[in-house]
């Protein structure tokens, strides 16, 4: 019995055997199973890189095609519009909060993260088609009264906006991707966001008033549309609402794929503080650098001026955005620029930075205002204005004792839109603000030459005098200048008028050059030299040799021999070159990363498109 139990004993297996075949199962399953679950894990990044891939593909397809469709494009830029005072509410960015690793808040205020555009208009059987120009029913071009519609395509009220935004705006910013110090149990990164709305709405009474559910108003009662956190706004809109929830009625994400995250943060591996923050999508205007702008006419015959110099320029594409700059070559030599980044001011500009200006903005300003036109002319509000002549610090002195060197300015003023460098400016610009928008002369002071030829020098001083002397010319003030043709209006007394009869005033009708003047006519010189004959300068004109000065007063007090004048100047020369340097709107860059994350490892997978979208309905 005893050997048979030994023999069974001895049978079984050691617990050193069950240990070896353990050990050796384990390794083998390792071998077997690694490779699996590397093959699980790696067809799972291939999963999350194919879907950044269609998800950034989606996108740059829907994004492009929209903004390529648009009527108009808002500048997004970053730099202020020229008209309004520097103040980041109205910087064209998007604010962006965010917490670092300690767990402090910084804010970001980062460019070209939104992008505003108008939809074009489409015709349907149900809405038929709305009236771009003032948001009324469409009325055929046979029966309307105006302008005819704007074509190629009819500019709607819709207005389209992109921007990156957190998925919920009422939490804070986090990604437990991202962040050591998680402010949030769940994720809340930044998205993308599609907003569609009209800025001007209807009213009870039919009329067209703000959209002041979503923007607040300016001191003009315009709807303000660049606001960096009008997303996160959580004060109470007009309609009893916070203007946050107006707009998540409005806008909805359209990148709602998990673990995406449209910025990038980087942080101070010591510190833990936000070093820098990217955008992953990022609209930007297209950029043309030293493009020869064209003039738009070399000479106008019609004007007695064949070889007359051309006073507008244009670039090949328009909708320039902020920054921009704008050269002249003369001689050779780059004489004037003109930049949006000297004290926040648009200026035209000769060698140095506080040197010779001429300041765009302000003359915008006083143009707006009606400063230069005599029908809308307000003394009070003109001479409150900027001058838009300064040099360095201070204000362009205009004496007579300047007149032997006069000043070197090259004034001219710019439409970003239609992308137009225009070198003619009133006369009047040239004198401080409140001046008297026309230039007066005494027809009794008009000289008498050997021929017997009547004429009067505009380069003389008139007698619109707001101190104690006569305003001098701009003819005499500015170097190269001469009478844009064309542009001149002369009104004075009726020369037909009978003796003894008070004259009214009329406006005089140019005659060609080669033509004698008759009654109430002239002829002018629009570009001639300084010095010699009289008949040889610029600004001479030549009225009807018969002509009998009147004498008298008028019952406001002005005598019966007055002569009004406006006219235009210019300051460019025939060897002038233009060329500009600039961000346009009728081209735009889209860059759109798409960043998720590698389920196992966290690690970021990032998938780059790039592409340039002609937006080719942009109007002029």
Not at 388 to 412: C, D, H, K, M, V
Request: proline share 9%; net charge neutral.
């Amino acid at each position: 019995m005893k050997a048979i139990g030994n023999t069974k004993f001895n049978t079984a297996f050691t617990l050193l055997e069950l240990l070896v075949v353990m050990a050796i199962t384990a390794i083998m399953l390792g071998l077997l199973l690694g490779p699996m679950l590397q093959s699980f894990n790696f067809t799972r990044r291939v999963q999350r890189v194919a879907q950044a891939q269609d998800t950034a593909r989606h996108l740059m397809e829907v994004i492009a095609r929209e903004i390529a469709d648009a009527a108009y494009v808002f500048d997004n830029s970053r730099v202020i519009n020229p008209l309004v005072t520097s103040n980041p509410v109205n910087d064209a960015t998007l604010r962006f909060d965010l917490t670092d690793q300690r767990g402090n808040l910084v804010t970001f205020y980062l460019p070209y993260t939104k992008i505003d555009f108008v939809l074009p208009e489409r015709v349907t059987t149900a809405t038929g088609v709305i009236d771009p120009t003032d948001g009324s029913d469409y009325v055929p071009p046979g029966r309307r009264r105006g302008n005819p519609p704007a074509l190629p395509v009819l500019a709607g009220r819709t207005v389209v906006r992109y921007f990156i935004a957190r998925r919920d705006p009422s939490r804070p910013y986090s990604n437990r991707n991202e962040q050591l110090l998680a402010t949030a149990a769940v994720d809340n990164p930044y998205v993308l966001w599609r907003a569609q709305f009209v800025l001007y709405e209807r009213n009870s009474n039919g009329q067209f008033v703000p959209n002041t559910r979503l923007f607040k108003l300016d001191s003009n009662g315009q709807p303000i549309l660049d606001e960096p956190g009008f997303f996160y706004d959580t004060s109470t809109a007009p309609n009893g609402r916070s203007y946050m929830r107006n707009w998540l009625e409005v806008s909805r994400p359209v990148t709602e794929v998990e673990d995406i995250d449209l910025v990038n943060v980087q942080y101070d591996s010591r510190t833990g503080q936000i070093v820098q923050v990217t955008p992953l999508i990022q609209f930007l205007p297209g950029l043309v650098t030293d493009d020869p702008a064209v003039p738009t006419a070399l000479g106008d015959a019609a004007n007695e001026m064949p070889n007359a110099l051309p006073t507008a320029y244009t670039t090949k594409k328009g909708g320039w955005s902020y920054p921009f700059v704008v050269t002249i070559y003369r001689n050779g030599f780059a004489t004037a620029y003109m930049t949006g980044n000297v004290g926040n001011q648009l200026v035209v500009a000769r060698g140095a930075a506080d040197a010779f200006r001429f300041n765009i903005t302000a003359y915008q300003l006083m143009q707006s205002a009606g400063c230069y036109d005599e029908g809308t002319w307000a003394p009070d509000v003109c001479s409150n204005l900027p001058d838009p002549w300064i040099q360095g610090g201070g204000s362009w002195e205009r004496n007579p004792s300047s007149l032997s060197a006069p000043f070197p300015y090259l004034p001219f003023q710019i439409e970003p839109l239609s992308g137009t460098v225009n070198f003619a400016i009133p006369a009047v610009a040239v004198f401080r603000p409140g001046e008297k928008p026309v230039f007066e002369y005494l027809a009794r002071n008009t000289q008498v030459d050997e021929s017997g030829r009547r004429y009067l020098l505009l380069s003389e001083p008139d007698i619109n005098n707001t101190a104690s002397n006569n305003r001098q010319s701009p003819l005499r003030l500015l170097q190269a200048v001469s009478i844009v043709p064309g542009s001149e209006r002369i009104w004075g007394p009726d020369q037909t008028a009978p003796p003894g009869v008070e004259p009214r005033m009329v406006l005089y009708t140019r005659v060609p050059w080669n033509t004698t003047p008759g009654p109430n006519q002239y002829r002018i010189n629009y570009r001639g030299m300084s010095g010699g004959h009289p008949t040889l300068q610029t600004g001479y004109v030549e009225f009807w040799p018969l002509w009998q000065v009147p004498s008298g007063t008028r019952a406001d007090g002005t005598p019966y021999d007055l002569l009004r004048v406006t006219y235009s100047i210019q300051a460019n020369t025939e060897g002038d070159v233009v060329k500009v340097d600039y961000m346009t709107r009728s081209q735009y860059t889209v860059a759109i990363n798409v960043k998720l994350y590698d389920p196992t490892t966290g690690d970021p997978l990032l998938m780059s498109l790039t592409t340039q979208v002609r937006v080719r309905n942009l109007l002029r």
